[in-house]
């Protein structure tokens, strides 16, 4: 439990710093007094990714994203209840890999809680595109909740399991 944890704590300070550096830095540059000269809303690093400032008030790539007055609390606190039983999980799991998917989500998650508690919403950066069409902008929290679900979901149909169904042989 403790490496899955470790994975957790790891994916919240990385996550933090790199929304720390992006809201508090790189987006909000300032001058020699303090005072902001100049707010960028979009940077670009490639012909197929920008880093832009988006604020989520919603899930999951924007759904419900709208300044309801309960959106952070009600989002936090359905975040609280999946994280416990991750947390569960995570005491009973047997493999690392599965550990390490279960660490990814629980941070992740805790990381975005994090954001609503401080802001009100979940800070989004990342933002890749192709001919137009942009995937909705995304964070380190949303990277290692989706890479731990997609773990889960190919653990759940690939892994060797022993069956426990009885085989009649005649």
Known sequence: M??????AALIIVLDQLSKWWIVERLMRPE???GTPFYTPTRIVLAPFFDVVMAWNRGVSFGIGNNDGAWNAALLSGMAAAIVVVMVIWLRKAASPLLRMALGGIIGGALGNVI?????????DFLDFHVAGYHWPAFNLADSAITVGAVILVVDSLFAGRVSTKNVDHD
Do not use: M, N, Q
């Open 2 to 7: 403790r490496k899955g944890l470790g994975i």
């Open 31 to 33: 001058g020699v007094d």
């Open 115 to 123: 954001d609503r508690v401080r802001f009100g919403a979940v800070a």
